[in-house]
C-alpha cells in the first residue's frame, strides 16, 4: 500500500526552492542579496544596534536549512571572554537565535553569530517563509542590540 502524501498542497518543499523563498522574501522587503549556488546572503541596516546585519541561508549536509545572522564585526582577542559570556547569557535567557562565537582558531577573526535552523524535509509556502524571516531579522535585531547595549559588542 502506498504511503500518503503528506507535503502541503500550498507549501514549497524545501529542499526544492529555499533560494526561491528567500530571494522573494528579501525582495518583498527590498533588500540587497547575494548569491550563488549554494548560498543567499541579504544585508539589513539597523539603526538601534548602529550596524549592519547580515543574514546568510545556506543548506549543511544534514539536511538542514541553516541560517546564520551577523553583524559584520570581528572581535578582537580582548572581546572573545566577553563575547562568550554574552552568548552564554543570551542562550540561557532565550536560545533565539542561539549565539554563539564563531570562527575561532579559524584564519579569520572570530565573530558573533545568531543562528536558526529548519529542516529541509518540510514544506512552506511564500507566506509562511515570510513570516519566519521576518521574525528571525526581529529576533536578529534584538539580538545585536541587546549586545550592544549589555556588553558593548
Do not use: K
Amino acid at each position: 500500500m502506498p504511503e500518503p502524501d503528506v507535503r502541503s498542497f500550498d507549501g514549497l518543499p524545501l529542499a526544492d526552492h529555499w533560494h526561491r523563498l528567500v530571494r522573494m522574501w528579501g525582495a518583498r522587503h527590498g533588500l540587497p542579496l547575494e548569491a550563488d549556488a549554494s548560498s543567499v546572503t541579504v544585508g539589513v541596516d539597523h539603526a538601534d544596534a548602529r550596524r549592519r546585519i547580515t543574514v546568510a541561508f545556506t543548506t549543511t549536509r544534514n539536511e538542514l536549512l541553516l541560517v546564520l545572522v551577523t553583524d559584520d564585526r570581528y572581535l578582537t582577542e580582548d572581546r572573545i571572554a566577553l563575547a562568550a559570556a554574552a552568548a552564554n547569557a543570551w542562550n540561557v535567557d532565550r536560545l533565539a537565535p542561539m549565539l554563539a562565537v564563531c570562527n575561532l582558531g579559524g584564519g579569520q577573526p572570530p565573530y558573533l553569530s545568531g543562528i536558526r535552523t529548519l529542516p529541509l524535509v518540510c514544506a512552506l509556502s511564500q507566506q509562511a517563509f515570510n513570516a519566519l524571516a521576518d521574525r528571525w531579522l526581529d529576533e536578529a535585531r534584538d539580538l545585536f542590540t541587546w549586545c550592544h547595549r549589555e556588553f558593548g559588542l
